[in-house]
């Protein structure tokens, strides 16, 4: 069972378009961060998210964590050749030893 | 610019060969991580150290052992490689406890087992 759902697991679309990534838990977490990650490279860290209902904007990309701090998503406006890659998704979890968890990921491919 | 350098970018072993994975990294890190990723099955954690000289079993530790006798160096052990370890390996650093957890991770190593 994963702990941390993330959905799409694929998305293809073409460059302009507006999209959105999920990343859903029924686990509350400290904090969540969203990767990217470029073929034969590792995750790059893009942003993390600490506060209930908190905001975040990097360029095109805005980054929400849901009130109860249990999910986030993931815009991305008027998508270019460039965002593609794999996205994770990862939360601390709150209770316990601190102990990261990470959603399947999002294959984003964006067409010209 | 902060880094996370893992040895071998891609590495071809036979079955039963012993195989050493390092990760060093230049951040003064205490905590260092090693996971592996497979298609459709996300990244899994194996085995992490809070210490030098301290490991903990992750989530897959079957088939593997850590090293960290230098704060900055983390090895991952195959003893005896087998064909359902060929896998992408991605080593990971992170500040001491009381952080948000956010990782820097190498760049991967790609280990097929014939």
């Known amino acids: 069972t994963q702990l941390l759902e993330q959905s799409p697991q694929f998305l293809s679309i073409q460059e302009g378009e507006n999209l959105t990534v999920y990343c859903n838990s029924s686990?509350?977490?400290?904090?969540l961060q969203w990767y990217r990650q470029e073929p034969g490279e590792g995750p790059v860290l893009l942003v993390t998210?600490?506060?209930?209902?908190e905001v975040k904007k990097l360029k095109r990309l805005t980054f929400q964590f849901g009130d109860a701090r249990k999910d986030s998503s993931l815009h991305i406006t008027a998508a270019q050749t460039g965002d593609t890659g794999l996205y994770l998704c990862?939360?601390?979890?709150?209770?316990?030893?601190?102990?990261?968890?990470f959603g399947q990921g999002t294959r984003l491919t964006i067409n010209p | 610019d902060v880094k996370v350098t893992q040895s071998s970018r891609y590495l071809v072993k036979r079955t039963g060969e012993k195989v050493f994975l390092e990760c060093v990294q230049d951040m003064d890190h205490e905590n260092m991580f090693w996971y592996r990723q497979d298609p459709g099955l996300g990244l899994r954690l194996i085995y992490f150290?809070?210490?030098?000289?301290?490991?903990e079993k992750g989530d897959i530790p079957e088939g593997y052992s850590v090293s960290r006798e230098k704060k900055e160096r983390f090895s991952l052990i195959l003893e005896s490689a087998s064909t359902n370890q060929t896998s992408m390996y991605l080593c990971?650093?992170?500040?001491?406890?009381?952080?948000?957890?956010?990782?820097?991770f190498g760049e991967g190593s790609r280990l097929t087992v014939l």
């Open positions: 990862a939360g601390l979890l709150i209770q316990g030893a601190q102990k990261l968890v």
């Open positions: 686990s509350v977490f400290s904090s």
């Open positions: 990971a650093s992170s500040p001491p406890a009381g952080n948000t957890g956010e990782l820097f």
């Open positions: 150290s809070y210490d030098v000289k301290m490991k």
């Open positions: 998210v600490v506060t209930g209902g």
